[in-house]
């Protein structure tokens, strides 16, 4: 039975690999002793369960006598924001600048997925988050994340400032950078990998988003929170059968969930996924931290095309605006990365792709008129991808995206779905809208490899193929044990000798 003691144990450590607590945190990289990076202090949650919340020194004063102290800054964000990591590496530089000039200045990090409790207690609305402390003071200075300059620090925490102060927060050190691929394109997924990273993002949102205080939710996000539910229970698939229990079970018991975290928490724990164990499967890229956001998008995706399902076979129909509506206020309240969220709300409000009209807030017949909601929030999506790419370039001082890098940064690309572009780049809605069904639906497309821009490095791409080779040699292994053993039976050195 060696061979099985020998297979259990190693699917048992490829699972530790898979749950790693890494995608906690930004500033704190797994295995390593130091929870700093650089000059930035990362706040780690503790190796065991303690009594009471933590309460951190350079947040809370403590209830004994200790020195007073000293001026810091302090970050609260969330590892799967997409700004929070766009940031990262500008907080280490800003961190380095102020501490070479005074070193007595604290840079701290606090991940609000690692650290829940603790952010709703410092009323953290949004990501990324900056306070600021002077010496010896626990009342935070709200600071703007595109104020952090080594000069406006200095300055919110009573230090002198020279005019040298700025320029070397302004100089950029290429070195430090990343060579990141400019536009990594999308690929096709199998349509039960998108049910389960809309099902983990939708737990991991009640876990980490909907209280962002520690008291019960307003009368207005009660309302969203509950309209959300109840649109849910409608236009998710039956196959998402776990996603659908936790959902009846909140709205059977929604009082309690509304009246605070511990009580939501407490409700889904026998439903819900352990967080060691979520591990998102689509366009991460390698990055479990980018789960979330792109389970979400999976998550509204899945929703918008269940509404033209549903509308399909009951009544009442649901209107399409009425639809768009409830997923606008659920932004506006439940998604904390303060920039995606500004961005979308903007978009939304001032009637971008012609949202005002194109979605009715009266019941049609017309199922034209009900696919006008996912291809609505399709081109929403696809301009975001668009501007991050922008943005992306812009931070690492790149040329702005070309044509082609445009286009990758949309999907479906041409190479995955070469019927819905027409040669002007214009888009064929019928096809885009079977696009999205098969996607999210019914469909089971197979995995594509999507080549790059021919003057792009290639990199190498997790296929199928690899996984298959991987489970085929262990499998081959295991069979080798099992000769042995076999071979061992039969050699008879295992019979009891009477002497």
Not at 52 to 64: A, Q, R, T, V, W
Not at 99 to 104: A, N, R, S
Not at 125 to 148: C, H
Request: proline share 6%.
């Amino acid at each position: 039975m060696g061979w099985v003691v020998f297979v259990v144990s190693l699917i048992i450590f490829l699972v530790h690999i898979a749950s790693a607590d890494g995608a906690k945190y930004l500033y704190h990289k797994e295995g390593n002793e130091s929870s700093s990076s650089g000059p930035v202090i990362e706040l780690l949650a503790p190796s065991s369960k303690q009594d009471g919340p933590i309460k951190p020194n350079f947040l809370y004063e403590p209830s004994s006598d200790h020195s007073p102290p000293p001026a810091r800054v302090v970050e609260f964000y969330a590892p799967w924001c997409p700004h929070c990591q766009h940031y990262a590496p500008k907080y280490i530089k800003l961190a380095k600048a102020v501490t070479e000039k005074h070193p007595e200045i604290e840079f701290h990090a606090v991940s609000c997925t690692a650290h829940n409790k603790l952010c709703n207690d410092q009323n953290v609305n949004g990501y990324p988050t900056l306070k600021l402390y002077r010496e010896g003071s626990y009342e935070a200075l709200e600071f703007k994340v595109k104020d952090a300059k080594v000069k406006n620090v200095l300055f919110r925490l009573g230090f002198d400032v020279s005019e040298k102060s700025e320029s070397h927060n302004n100089h950029e050190d290429q070195s430090d950078k990343k060579q990141i691929a400019r536009v990594v394109p999308f690929r096709m997924h199998d349509v039960h990998d998108a049910w389960n990273d809309a099902a983990l993002s939708f737990e991991f949102a009640l876990k980490t988003g909907i209280f962002m205080t520690n008291g019960p939710l307003s009368k207005e996000e009660s309302s969203t929170f509950r309209s959300w539910l109840e649109l849910l229970t409608k236009s998710l698939p039956i196959q998402m059968s776990k996603t659908h229990d936790i959902i009846t079970m909140l709205l059977e018991n929604f009082e309690e969930a509304s009246q605070s975290q511990s009580n939501l928490s407490k409700l889904i724990r026998p439903f819900a996924s352990p967080d060691n164990s979520q591990t998102w499967r689509t366009c991460t890229n390698g990055d479990n931290k980018m789960g979330y956001t792109c389970g979400l998008w999976q998550l509204f995706h899945i929703m918008t095309i269940g509404v033209v399902e549903y509308n399909r076979h009951n009544t009442p129909i649901i209107p399409t605006r009425q639809v768009s509506e409830i997923l606008r206020n659920y932004v506006e309240h439940f998604f904390q990365c303060e920039v995606c969220r500004l961005n979308f709300l903007d978009m939304y409000d001032n009637c971008a792709f012609d949202v005002c009209h194109r979605l009715s807030d009266k019941p049609s017949s017309n199922e034209h008129d009900w696919r006008e909601l996912p291809i609505w929030l399709w081109m929403t999506h696809n301009d975001v991808n668009t501007r991050l790419l922008g943005e992306r370039m812009n931070q690492n001082n790149q040329s702005k995206p070309n044509q082609w890098e445009s286009q990758q940064a949309r999907w479906p690309s041409l190479y995955t779905c070469p019927n819905c572009w027409r040669e002007d780049k214009s888009w064929e809605e019928d096809e885009i809208f079977d696009h999205l069904h098969s996607m999210y639906w019914s469909g089971n497309p197979s995995y594509i490899k999507i080549p790059s821009e021919e003057n792009e490095p290639r990199k190498p791409v997790r296929s199928i193929w690899k996984v298959g080779g991987f489970l085929f040699c262990i499998i081959s292994l295991a069979a080798w044990f099992a000769r042995l053993s076999k071979a061992h039976h039969h050699s008879g050195r295992h019979k009891k000798v009477d002497h």
